[in-house]
């Protein structure tokens, strides 16, 4: 490894934006093309990552905080598995996602930790520019449907199509933040973006993420001193916590008038939310099983209990699917990352995209890996680097 290390660095390639390359391309796994390259290409991804921590890292630091819920994941995951709740391919996958989370902070800490925070962030900004890119050339491609889930994108279905272009937009308002906050010619092309991205959730035919995207729009013109409050760690963690919690008083929400129009008149939906409203009574029995490890990565107990879907929220169902204890780690580590008593302003485009994603959590699952990527670097990050 320090032979390849020192071939890259006379190429002015340095190895830990290979590896965050490598750790994307695992994580954000291509939905088309032959599924044994697919599997092969996050198999690979992950191994080269986990092969260079091991060897340049220090073995306490490996580990962390997050370590604990990578484990959980799984143990929950064999729990369901031993309860016959899902079948052993669930397992494996169960494994690669505790692995994709712990290697996803490791990297990140292990980047900053290195003086290359800077270098990182600029290396995250291109790959997904790239990931962006071959998304859209996919939409073109394969089209539309009213029906979002009967067209499969590059890295998905609409929703997480969409999320990348949320993620895409999120690094863009970090990377030029003082153009866009100083600039106005700057600051309209950055509400243009904003414009261009609310087109492709409507050509996606996705409300959750247009409807997110006006958060970036409101922040643009939010007094400073708004943004600092929202960045306290009780805000954001309340508001977690309150989005997790709608499932239990959507009922009285939608009763509301003014709530009965904007959904059927605006948004052209359903007031029963396109079937959420049935599965979102079944949540409470499918913890209620297994409240202590949940049910395991991928399960399927709302379709048991519902006959279609998943908790359509994102609290919800990493409750569901790795019971209280999985639910007490993933709020500490949470706290842990925003814990911070002076946040700097540069996370203020990272902290509005995990605001997006907060908001599309009440009713899809949006907790994913752009979620936890761009929350360890919030909760890693160092306002004064050294050695860049």
Known sequence: MKNITEYLNK?????????IYALFIAVFKSYLGPKILQQGLKFLGLGLVALYLWMNVEKKKLL?????????IVISTVYGFLCGNIGLSSVVHGGFH???????????????????????????????????????????IQGHSPDG??????????????????????????????????????????????LILLGICSWLYCSTTMLATFVFLVEV?????????????????GLVVITGMLPFIIKPILELSFVQFFITEVLHKSITLTGRIKIFESIAPAIGMHPILGHGYGNVIIQTLVGYGNAQNALMLFTIDYGMIGLGLFMFILFRCVKKNSIPEELEGLYILLYALIFCSMVEISYNYIWYVILFIVGCWKANPKGE
Request: glycine share 6%; net charge positive; hydrophobic share 50%.
């Open 221 to 237: 013109f939010l007094p400073k001193k708004v943004k600092q409050f929202l960045m306290k760690p009780y805000v954001f963690l």
């Open 64 to 72: 962390n905080g997050v370590l604990p819920l990578a484990f959980v």
């Open 98 to 140: 505790g692995m994709c989370i712990y290697l996803s902070y490791t990297l990140v800490k292990h980047c900053i930790d290195s003086g290359y925070q800077e270098g990182m962030m600029e290396a995250v900004y291109r790959v997904t520019s790239v990931f962006c890119i071959l998304s859209f050339l996919s939409m073109v």
């Open 149 to 194: 889930s009967s067209v499969t994108y590059l890295f998905g279905y609409k929703f997480m199509t969409s999320y990348m272009f949320m993620m895409w937009l999120g690094l863009f308002r970090f990377k030029y933040r003082e153009k866009i906050d100083q600039d106005n010619k700057f600051k309209g092309l950055y509400i243009l973006l904003i």
């Open 11 to 19: 190429k002015n390639i340095n190895i830990l934006d290979i590896m």
